[in-house]
């Protein structure tokens, strides 16, 4: 008799598994349905399977012409035209070229940031990363007392204080760069660039000597590279979480690591500078300082304690460093692309700074040439691609009515390839950045460091920082291309150049 009844609650309960799972089943499609008949208005590429969407066709397309995401996305445009609609699951974006909407979108904070994307930044397969902080708060009136916080530390009298920090840093690049300036030994000037923005973004926000640059063995910058290769993974498929293979779940548990140690370095340098302060001990003047002063020592605010201040930390690792590096790479390998560039640049560089050793505050903006030279270099490498908002309410764009809660996504990679913006977009041509009397029409088409409100806080330093160290490494070598190498952009969350500007350095007569 109780065998009899055992077997029956298991076939009822098996039943009932298979009716729950069918429901579901169901409800999903359903779902995955009514989200495709929400944008059928809108166009798009014919999705390769209900369930994935555009997901095959894309992995396909990156894979065959080892591109980024942005490029399928430009072609995609090159056949749709400014707006149209991509599908991966339940998952729905629509991509807008249209700076008036741009315009109208990023200058509005009523459309935030939405929390699909930038959830994926306050943990990576379940290992905390950068909490709600700066770059990730999609709340409006929580980032905006959050940026009051960091608006101070980088007002000018501040960055201008900085200036000793970039002259020695580059000059520490000089140095290591003089040991390889044979003309023979292949240098991976990415790789160089990246040690020395670490170096920078550490000194500069939170007073750490991680001597990237001199010591190959400090695990940040690999550590940095894990975090972000696996925030990419996350985004690009979000359910590689559940993927049982040896190989992802090797992956996982490196990017896992990789997320502990950063913010194991970050805890262990706040708590000291506490601790510092505490003894009276002198203190640099660094955006740490400036936030445990504002904090109350962290104690000031319920919302901003330990824990938080570690997810600034992991931010501005993750936000200033890469973007900072592979920025420098894609100039300096435009620099080297087009001679006439560099000569121009090098009687600027003569000009202004002559045989001084130290780059002054004040002759940055002297630097003219350089600025629009490193502007075009974003132009058509940008290390970030675009952003992304939720709409807070339906908008017009091009004609078609894009819903309420819809991710818009603006991208301005896009947007610099295209005649409407920019006449001869695939010419290198730093000029066109001249400013000029009339309304440029790239206005609201070229946003390297996003737009409005939530626009990138350390622009101003970023331009800084690169100005000082390419002046000074123009000035002191010759950097020749090694033949052969590619020169697209290879994305893991930054825009990076593919072969990683590989130089063959000698000195300058
Ligand atoms: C060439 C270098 C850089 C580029 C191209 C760049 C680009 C950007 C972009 C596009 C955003 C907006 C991201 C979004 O919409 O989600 C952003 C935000 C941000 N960036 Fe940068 N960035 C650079 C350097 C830096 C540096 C050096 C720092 C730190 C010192 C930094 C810190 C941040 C932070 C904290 C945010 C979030 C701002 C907020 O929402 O309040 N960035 N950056």
């Known amino acids: ?101 741009v315009k109208m979108v990023m200058t509005n904070s009523k459309h935030t940031k939405p ?4 959830d994926a930044f306050q943990a990576v397969f379940g290992s905390r990363l950068g909490g709600r902080s700066l770059v990730s708060e999609t709340d409006h009136s929580r980032w905006s007392q959050r940026r009051a916080l ?58 750490l000597d991680l001597n990237a640059m001199e010591d190959p063995s400090c695990p940040f910058p690999v550590a940095a590279t894990k975090v972000l290769q696996g925030l990419q993974k996350s985004l690009l498929v979000p359910w590689y979480s559940y993927i049982p293979s040896a190989h992802a779940r090797n992956f996982r548990k490196e990017v896992k690591e990789a997320c502990h140690l950063i913010r194991e370095i970050g805890r262990d340098c706040i708590l000291s500078r506490i601790e510092a302060k505490a003894r009276g001990d002198a203190t640099p003047q660094d955006i740490l300082t400036y936030l445990l002063d504002a904090s109350k020592e962290l104690q000031g605010d319920q919302n901003f304690g330990l824990e938080e201040m570690i997810d600034e930390f992991v931010t501005f690792f993750v936000a200033g460093q890469e973007t900072t590096g592979n ?67 339906e908008i017009e764009c091009c004609g078609y009515t894009i819903p309420k809660g819809t991710r818009l996504r603006v991208n301005h990679f896009i947007m610099g390839k295209m005649e409407k913006y920019f006449d001869d977009p695939e010419e290198f041509r730093p000029e066109r950045f ?43 070598f010759t950097f020749d291309l090694v033949p052969g190498q590619k020169f697209g952009i290879k994305q893991e969350l930054t825009n990076k150049p593919v072969d990683g500007c590989k130089t063959y350095i000698t000195l300058r007569e």
């Open 1 to 101: 008799m109780i065998g009899i009844g055992v077997l029956a609650l298991l076939g009822y309960t098996i039943l009932f598994v298979l009716l729950l799972a069918l429901t579901s089943g169901v409800a999903y499609s359903a779902y995955v349905y009514m989200q495709h008949r929400k944008y059928a208005h809108i166009p798009s590429v014919k999705r390769a399977n209900f369930f994935m969407g555009h997901y095959p066709t894309i992995k396909d397309y990156m894979k065959k012409h080892e591109c980024p995401l942005a490029e399928v996305l430009y072609e995609w445009y090159k056949e749709l035209g400014l707006v149209y609609c991509v599908h991966v699951l339940h998952n729905t974006f629509v991509v807008c070229l249209d700076s008036k909407v």
């Open 115 to 118: 929390h699909v994307e930038y």
């Open 150 to 207: 960091f608006n101070p530390a980088f007002n000018r009298q501040y960055l201008k204080g900085l200036m000793d920090i970039f002259n020695d840093s580059a000059d520490r690049l000089v140095q290591d760069l003089m040991k390889r300036a044979d003309g023979q030994t292949v240098v991976t000037m990415r790789d160089k660039f990246n040690s020395i923005t670490l170096d920078v973004i550490g000194k500069v926000g939170f007073g």
């Open 327 to 393: 920025h420098l790479s894609f100039t300096l390998q435009q620099i080297c692309r087009y001679p006439e560039v560099l000569k121009k640049l090098l009687i600027e560089i003569e000009e202004v700074l002559g045989d001084k050793p130290f780059v002054d505050y004040s002759d940055l903006p002297k630097l003219e040439y350089l600025m629009l030279v490193m502007k075009e270099s974003m132009r058509q490498f940008p290390p970030v691609s675009g952003s992304t908002r939720s709409l807070a309410h």
């Open 434 to 476: 001249q400013v000029s009397d009339e309304t440029p029409r790239h206005l609201y088409a070229y946003f390297p460091f996003s737009l409005g409100q939530r626009t990138c806080i350390g622009q101003s330093m970023a331009m800084m920082e690169t100005r000082v160290i390419l002046a000074k490494l123009l000035r002191r």
